[in-house]
């Protein structure tokens, strides 16, 4: 079972080469059903909990959910979705010690919340017994890899976007999370957009003061990936970080007419100097997130590819969308083959664009942008639009 960690940074960074220096095994583990059609990468994937301690600046701890390439990898040992789900269960108090009573009384009012939605008890328990691909603390791999933080949607979890970032660390990521601050807010129709997404942005930013102490992440360019209301967050966090190589929405807020006025708070904020590579996939078939893209198109000093994905529904850029087949009933029987398919673009585009601008410049600085076959296989069930600095 998954047991919380605190986990020590390591030495140098010289100890270890960066990762396009490494010669990585032969792929010998089997993508988990539940990743779909996407191929694994060349890593297993290990995965650790730690709790980032509260400061004077900071007085609330933080749970830390990372995931990382290994080469080890125990079938027995292997994480369930449920174990991700009792995460939840230690949230608000990270430093606890592991008690399986606690995990188990998280799942089950997940999976009570799942049955009160509609979805069939027998779906509802083959997604949370589904296997994963994750070795809870298995050895990193020698080398150096670059790191991606995802910023959460909102009164979403580690487990939201786990069955992503296993993908992600199986390509050769570090890939690091908090629970959304929304977490600790009863649930509501109201939120401070700008608040919100400036705490979570901060929350971020400790993340990633944590993870530079690991000589084994590489944090010279660093990817944000954002979903809903984290996209915002994500988007707060790139303005301030120079070292931000790549910023990615998944449905995000930035592209979408709720809340649209959130930046007013800002009155420095100049949008045309923006220039870290963007990357918005979204849908058209959600009644409530409906996109706008006046913000992105102000960005005119920064390379914004959009993609949309149709048949898409909000919700499937989550662990939801992997799910919409192997559990039916997680989304409308109408729509489960079209969100499980756009997850899985949504998956591979992601992974694509990051190797474009983050793994690629690492070596080669100067490297122009991703074109749309570097981004899109033939056969993607997706529609891409490239915007260069200066358009539209």
């Given at each position: 079972m998954l047991a919380l960690v605190l986990v020590a940074g390591c030495?140098?960074?010289?100890?270890?080469?960066?990762?396009?220096?490494?010669?990585?095994?032969?792929?010998?583990?089997?993508?988990?059903?539940?990743?779909?059609?996407?191929?694994?990468?060349?890593?297993?994937?290990?995965?650790r909990v730690q709790a980032i301690a509260a400061t004077p600046e900071d007085p609330s701890a933080l749970q830390l959910t990372v995931w990382y390439p290994t080469r080890e990898s125990d079938a027995a040992t292997r994480l369930h979705y449920r174990d991700?789900?009792?995460?939840?269960?230690?949230?608000?108090?990270?430093?606890?010690?592991?008690?399986?009573?606690?995990?188990?009384?998280?799942?089950t009012l997940y999976e009570q919340q799942l049955?009160?939605?509609?979805?069939?008890?027998?779906?509802?328990?083959?997604w949370l017994d589904t296997p994963m691909t994750a070795t809870p603390h298995a050895p990193?791999?020698?080398?150096?890899?670059?790191?991606?933080?995802?910023?959460?949607?909102?009164?979403?979890?580690a487990h939201h976007q786990a069955v992503l970032a296993e993908y992600l660390a199986s390509h050769g990521y570090v890939v690091a999370t908090t629970p959304s601050p929304t977490r600790a807010e009863p649930?509501?129709?109201l939120v401070d957009v700008l608040?919100?997404?400036?705490r979570q942005a901060r929350e971020l930013e400790r993340a990633l003061r944590v993870l530079r102490a690991d000589a084994r992440?590489?944090?010279s360019r660093v990817a944000v990936i954002g979903h809903s209301l984290g996209a915002r967050a994500a988007f707060l966090f790139a303005l301030a970080h120079p070292e931000a190589g790549a910023l990615v929405s998944l449905d995000g807020g930035i592209g979408t007419r709720r809340g649209k006025e959130w930046l007013k708070g800002l009155p420095d904020f100049q949008p045309e100097r923006v220039q870290v590579p963007l990357l918005h996939l979204f849908q058209?078939?959600?009644?409530?997130?409906v996109p706008d893209f006046e913000l992105l198109e102000s960005l005119r000093g920064a390379h914004r590819w959009m993609v949309r994905i149709p048949g898409m529904r909000h919700v499937g850029f989550t662990s939801v969308g992997a799910a919409a087949t192997l559990a039916p009933g997680v989304v409308s029987a109408e729509t489960a083959k079209a969100v499980a398919r756009g997850w899985a673009t949504t998956a591979d585009v992601t992974r694509r664009f990051l190797d474009a601008t983050v793994r690629r410049r690492l070596v080669r600085p100067t490297a122009p942008p991703p074109s749309a076959s570097a981004l899109l296989t033939p056969d993607a069930d997706a529609l891409l639009e490239h915007w260069e600095p200066g358009q539209p």
């Open positions: 030495n140098s960074a010289s100890r270890f080469a960066p990762s396009y220096l490494l010669v990585p095994p032969q792929p010998f583990i089997t993508a988990p059903p539940i990743w779909g059609p996407v191929e694994a990468g060349h890593w297993s994937v290990g995965m991700y789900v009792g995460l939840m269960g230690f949230e608000s108090e990270p430093e606890t010690p592991r008690d399986e009573a606690r995990a188990t009384q998280a799942v049955i009160d939605l509609g979805v069939p008890e027998e779906s509802t328990a083959a990193p791999a020698p080398g150096r890899f670059p790191l991606v933080l995802v910023a959460q949607g909102r009164h979403h979890s649930p509501g129709p608040a919100t997404a400036r992440i590489d944090t058209e078939d959600d009644a409530v997130v």
